[in-house]
């Protein structure tokens, strides 16, 4: 697998997708309950734009977020300012995570952690999640139940709508998603999307600005994830499915969640 930039595609108008999103998510309760529950102050590691930050700041609880790609904690930042807050965030990878302070909370959404490509890297980066954990604090973070490599197949590399979003200046931001290769042996998928920015509101007119970026995730079994765990130090106390609190079991077909201290 060729080496890239793992911060290229969250970077650029990715960013700008990103910051159009106005609601806070699927898993916005699951993880403020978590926050709530422990107390003191969190870590969003892969914060992006604050669609999780921003509305536990509005909330009143403390958080504060980092993330490997300058231009999504710029939307970050412009968005709080916004909405009257304060923020406190770190542009920073989380394997070479180095903070002033420690945390009661550390939670990774969207699947972010998986975004490490390297596995002694993704390693690193537990340990140094690890060390930034106040005593007793908690690590939870989530990884995609895995459902695009079947024995066999290969990547489209045909372009899918993936998004539209309307951006401040009533421009339209159009992205595309390809899978551009599936590794079954590495466990990896690599992908393009492309942002095509219209002065309008369809697919046909011109584009004012195009680009392509360009990432990739690995995937993890259930097993695999815990191993990593236990190599940095850490003790995972559950595994729920789906963000609903429950073991995660058979019957859960969307994500797993790891609680880990």
């Known amino acids: 697998m060729p080496p890239f930039d793992e911060a290229d595609l969250y970077s650029g108008s990715a960013a700008l ?9 699927w898993d916005h309760a699951y993880y403020k309950n978590v926050i709530a529950k422990n107390g003191g102050v969190a870590l969003d590691i892969g914060c992006g734009t604050g669609r999780l930050l921003r509305s536990y700041l509005r909330a009143g609880l403390r958080v504060e977020g980092v993330d490997i790609a300058a231009d999504m904690l710029t939307q970050c930042r412009r968005l709080a300012a916004a909405e009257g807050l ?13 903070l002033p302070d420690k945390y009661a909370t550390i939670y990774i959404p969207c699947g972010s952690f998986a975004c490490v490509m390297d596995r002694r890297q993704s390693l690193e980066a537990l340990r140094r999640l690890k060390a930034h954990l106040a005593p007793s604090g908690e690590l939870v973070f989530n990884l995609f139940i895995e459902e ?7 990547a489209s590399q045909q372009w899918v709508d993936w998004a539209t979003k309307t951006l401040p200046d009533g421009k339209t931001l159009f ?8 590794d079954r042996i590495e466990q990896a998928v690599t ?5 095509r920015i219209v002065d309008g509101d369809s697919r046909e ?5 195009e680009e392509v970026r ?27 499915g789906d963000y609903k609190d429950e073991l995660f079991n058979e019957s859960h077909r969307g994500t797993m969640v790891f609680h880990a201290r």
């Open 17 to 25: 997708m990103w910051a159009a999103y106005d609601e806070p998510g």
């Open 148 to 154: 695009d490599a079947k024995p066999g197949e290969v």
């Open 86 to 98: 304060e923020v406190t965030l770190y542009h920073q990878p989380m394997q070479a995570l180095d």
């Open 205 to 209: 007119l011109p584009a004012l600005h």
């Open 175 to 182: 992205v595309d998603r390809r899978v551009m290769h599936i």
């Open 214 to 240: 360009t990432g990739g995730y690995r995937w993890y079994t259930r097993n695999e994830a815990l191993w990593l765990c236990e190599l940095a130090g850490l003790t995972v106390e559950k595994i729920t």
């Open 191 to 195: 992908e393009e999307r492309r942002y």
